[in-house]
């Protein structure tokens, strides 16, 4: 299956069902538990949609970064704004969210970075 087939069946299945439950909430007049749906949506989509970037072998991982960090910022943050989880009726609350979506994606990108290096480091040392 080639990548965009694979990221549009990761991103898809969890948007269309997620999508499809903060829909119902929204149409039941849950405004608030429909939009922090839909929000989680778009953020699960986007973080499994593009977890394929790091399956491409031939790609730097600066290259992977860059272009995840990428889709990130025009899926998940703009997703973190119209969540309603946090106040961004001052250019305080504005900083704040795109603080907190820079750090949380810092520290998730270097856990997964030190993971994935002692995970690949393990049978280098077993074949000794």
Known sequence: M?????????????????GGIGSALLLQGQAENGR?????AVIS???????????????????QSIL????MAV????????SGWFAIDTPAGVLLVISLFLFVGFVLWSSFYLIFR???????????
């Open 45 to 63: 989509a986007a973080v499994a949609g593009t977890s394929v970037i790091y399956q491409i072998d031939r790609w730097s991982l600066r290259r």
């Open 2 to 18: 080639s990548p965009i087939a694979q990221a549009a069946l990761r991103g898809g299945i969890p948007l269309v069902i997620m």
């Open 75 to 82: 899926t998940v943050l703009p997703a973190l704004f119209l």
């Open 68 to 71: 995840h960090f990428a889709i």
């Open 118 to 128: 002692a995970i690949n480091a393990r049978p280098a040392r077993a074949s000794r």
């Open 36 to 40: 922090a749906t839909l929000a989680v």
